[in-house]
């Protein structure tokens, strides 16, 4: 299983980016989803999560201003960022959990991060 993420970039804040994370490979499913940030001198975090069953729970740093989402159908989650704040600035990560159904094996992934930067 392989996760791919984009959509980060610079934005000024009080600004919205959009994260996609598309997991791409055979012979397993999709548990639940997850974001995950990390910024310089600090330990990674979770942003948000959400079940296969579309529950969701956000830290409280984010809570009103993101959104986590997932496509199914298509192992894809998103991640909407409004009112972006400087404080927002990190590494995001994508995370996923696995059952690999040719061995009846749990695993987890992770994606390769991608960057969002929140200055003016």
């Known amino acids: 299983v392989q996760l791919q993420a984009s959509g980060g970039g610079l934005v000024q804040p009080g600004g919205s980016l959009r994260l996609s994370c598309a997991a791409s490979g055979s012979g397993f499913v999709i548990n639940a989803m997850a974001w995950y940030r990390q910024a310089i001198g600090k330990q990674r975090e979770l942003v948000a999560r959400i079940t296969n069953g579309g529950s969701t729970n956000y830290a409280d740093s984010v809570k009103g201003r993101f959104t986590i989402s997932r496509d199914n159908a298509k192992n894809t989650v998103y991640l909407q960022m409004n009112s972006l704040k400087p404080e927002d600035t990190a590494v995001y990560y994508c995370?996923?959990?696995?059952?690999?159904?040719?061995?009846?094996?749990?695993?987890?992934?992770w994606g390769q991060g991608t960057e969002v930067t929140v200055s003016s």
């Open positions: 995370n996923a959990v696995t059952f690999r159904t040719t061995t009846m094996t749990w695993g987890e992934r």
